[in-house]
């Protein structure tokens, strides 16, 4: 029999961080410059890597999504855990799903709060902890995402009392690859605390 369990209002959410001086600036901060988590329903900044330029010079900005499961029920390793996600807006970029170590109450310091993260300068698909594919992960506006989760992401399900994880960019974030000027480098999703309880967060198990 499956069981699902949806995410925690107020320890999901998205952290993002804006610079006018670089790419690197943006991407390997240890703070972000504001975060959307309390009452937060949907986004389009679920996750991002974008650069921007103007007659007032460029900009980048990087976004990245956090999302807590309280899985202390949970005392057998499931067969299968499937995380669905409810994607909105954009399908403009592929996304990693990593685990992530944040916080009890969703900040600006949890910008990096993803296991095994560098924020020295360099790509760190090598590095994280992956609970889905180590591929990238397709993307699709306005439906359902799932993600097989993989056999540590189940075994910590069964070993935590909470299940927190990431999706960020693949791409440009990840891997530590500049975007290019206008490029529509992200995707958009839903929240626990959105009021269609059909689109909240969830991981079922089985």
């Given at each position: 029999?499956a069981?699902?369990?949806?995410?925690?209002?107020?320890?999901?959410?998205?952290?993002?961080?804006?610079?006018?001086?670089?790419w690197t600036?943006?991407?390997?901060?240890?703070?972000?410059?504001?975060?959307?988590?309390?009452?937060?329903?949907?986004?389009?900044?679920?996750?991002?890597?974008?650069?921007?330029?103007?007659?007032?010079?460029?900009?980048?900005?990087?976004?990245?999504?956090?999302?807590?499961?309280?899985?202390?029920?949970?005392?057998?390793?499931?067969?299968?855990?499937?995380?669905?996600?409810?994607?909105?807006?954009?399908?403009?970029?592929?996304?990693?799903?990593?685990?992530?170590?944040h916080g009890?109450?969703?900040?600006?310091?949890?910008?990096?709060?993803?296991?095994?993260?560098?924020?020295?300068?360099?790509?760190?698909?090598?590095?994280?902890?992956?609970?889905?594919?180590?591929?990238?992960?397709?993307?699709?506006?306005d439906?359902?995402?799932?993600?097989?989760?993989?056999?540590?992401a189940?075994?910590?399900i069964?070993?935590?009392?909470?299940?927190?994880?990431?999706?960020?960019?693949?791409?440009?974030?990840?891997?530590?690859?500049?975007?290019?000027?206008?490029?529509?480098?992200?995707?958009?999703?839903?929240?626990?605390?959105?009021?269609?309880?059909?689109?909240?967060?969830?991981?079922?198990?089985?």
């Amino acid at each position: 029999m499956a069981v699902n369990i949806t995410s925690t209002p107020s320890r999901d959410g998205y952290v993002f961080k804006t610079s006018t001086s670089s790419w690197t600036n943006a991407r390997d901060a240890i703070s972000g410059t504001g975060f959307s988590s309390l009452a937060q329903s949907t986004t389009t900044l679920g996750a991002r890597a974008s650069k921007a330029s103007s007659g007032r010079g460029t900009s980048w900005l990087v976004s990245r999504s956090f999302f807590t499961f309280i899985t202390s029920r949970v005392t057998q390793v499931p067969i299968k855990a499937t995380l669905g996600i409810s994607g909105r807006t954009n399908e403009g970029t592929t996304i990693a799903l990593v685990a992530a170590n944040h916080g009890t109450s969703l900040g600006v310091t949890d910008f990096d709060a993803i296991v095994g993260w560098d924020n020295s300068g360099t790509a760190n698909h090598t590095n994280v902890t992956y609970w889905g594919p180590s591929t990238a992960i397709s993307w699709e506006a306005d439906a359902l995402n799932l993600i097989e989760l993989n056999d540590a992401a189940r075994k910590e399900i069964a070993s935590s009392s909470t299940f927190s994880c990431c999706i960020l960019d693949y791409t440009y974030d990840l891997r530590y690859s500049e975007p290019t000027s206008g490029d529509a480098n992200y995707i958009g999703c839903y929240y626990a605390d959105t009021t269609t309880s059909s689109r909240r967060p969830y991981i079922e198990l089985e």
